[in-house]
């Protein structure tokens, strides 16, 4: 843990090109540590959270006080009557006057529209929950597959320095040979050509792992220029029966959390529309409260003094005609739920294409893995012959090149497919629902 904030503090602070070492859970630590877009899913599930507490809040009792003043100009209470000649003074005006009342409202009976409400504000906050954790379990994957491609990268840029050098080396003997008289300048010159494109290949390597460094620096946070250097490489890791995909989808829909995310958010919409229909209902609600006022007027005759009272009573609202806005309500919530519905369906189909794709192609990138293996070792073997025989004058600079050329290609492709084979496996993880990582090897090559 000390370790981890200490990297967050230099991430934070160091702008020079100082290399930093990060095994692949430092990395994926920081990620969670600084992701802009996780705070983002974190924050809209809390706010759903609360959202959801407000309405569930709805169907309990509520209280709430309310007060105020109002000045009258003065004057008098008069009584008027035909048979009076001039109006009779009954009292003059309070010119004060102050009201405070606390009131209690209960909802008795909305058509069920407030418990599908709680409802489907309550399964809309679990969704939004299990949309954070599948953009943290996406963050992770992301953050895995950039780390072992800058590990990829950087040992591509290592293998292209070798074939400079290995190159260089070929050059001398060529002049060695020159001298000797076994070899012609036509040979140094192949030798000359073949060394000017290593070279240019070594640079685009070297870019190509910036890149790759600066893609993975933006996932964990850090600025762009942080000499991010994988601490370890990608392992084999435990096998998976990719031949197993039925219960690799059964595995997949138990444990995937967008898939949850969507059978929740149906339950939601269907919950709504059940609090749509509930308009349809008269709404009933108790009602109660004291007042406290000065002057009250339930007390005659009228007085400038605090005087309370109560009351209790049932209120019914029922709407007869409103041009229509339940029914649109009704059928916008019914269109919701269709599109939830449609949308979950959707998901199950895509995640049984995803989980086979993945499966099939870990499957490939194993047997590509092997093969390159073989490849390189071949090539390896056959440069070394090669090279023994040309710097015997057994061998033309043709089939020297030809050599090293093979080698090169063979290494490349064989750190290509070792990446591709992790690659593979965590996204089949992905696919699956499996959230930890693959298990990194030991230190990087």
Known sequence: MRRILFLLLLGAASTARASMPLT??????????????????????????????????????????????????????????????????????VVDNWTFRVGLRQPLYTGFSLVNAKKEAELSAEATGLEAL?????????????????????????????????????????ERLITAGLATRNDLLKVDVQLSGAR???????????????????????????????AQAPSGGEEVDTAQVELLLTEARGSRADYAAASARLASAEAGAGAARGLWWPQLELTAGYNFNSPNARYQPITPEFKGNWDVGVVMAFDIWNWGITGSRVEQA??????????????????????????????????????????????????????????????????????????????????????????ARVLLDRAVGRFDPPAAGGEAP
């Open 24 to 93: 692949l859970d430092e990395a994926i630590a920081l990620g969670r540590a600084n992701s802009r877009m996780l705070g983002v899913a974190r924050s809209r599930s809390a706010a759903e959270q609360a959202g959801a507490g407000e309405i569930g809040a709805q169907r309990y009792p509520g209280l709430r006080l309310t007060g105020g003043y109002q000045w009258i100009s003065e004057g008098a209470f008069r009584l008027a009557n035909p048979s009076i000649p001039l109006p009779l003074t009954v009292g003059n005006v």
């Open 134 to 174: 599948q953009a943290e379990r996406d963050l992770v994957v992301n953050i895995t597959a950039a780390y072992w491609l800058l590990g990829q990268a950087r040992r591509v840029a290592a293998l292209s320095a070798e074939n400079v050098a290995r190159l260089e080396s070929y050059r001398r003997d060529t």
């Open 200 to 230: 240019i290949g070594r640079i685009e390597a070297e870019n190509d792992a910036a890149v790759a460094m600066m893609n993975l620096n933006i996932l964990l946070g850090l600025p762009p220029e942080t000499e991010t250097v994988p």
């Open 334 to 423: 019914e269109a919701a739920e269709q599109q939830a519905r449609l949308r979950a369906a959707q998901m199950h189909d895509d995640i049984a294409l995803e989980v086979r794709r993945a499966a099939l192609n870990l499957y490939r990138a194993r047997e590509k893995l092997g093969v390159a293996r073989l490849g390189t070792e071949q090539a390896r073997e056959n440069l070394r012959v090669t090279g023994d025989r040309y710097r015997a004058g057994a061998a033309t600079s043709t089939e020297l090149l030809d050599a090293d050329v093979a080698l090169f290609q063979s290494e490349t492709l064989q750190e290509g497919a070792r990446v591709d084979r992790a690659v």
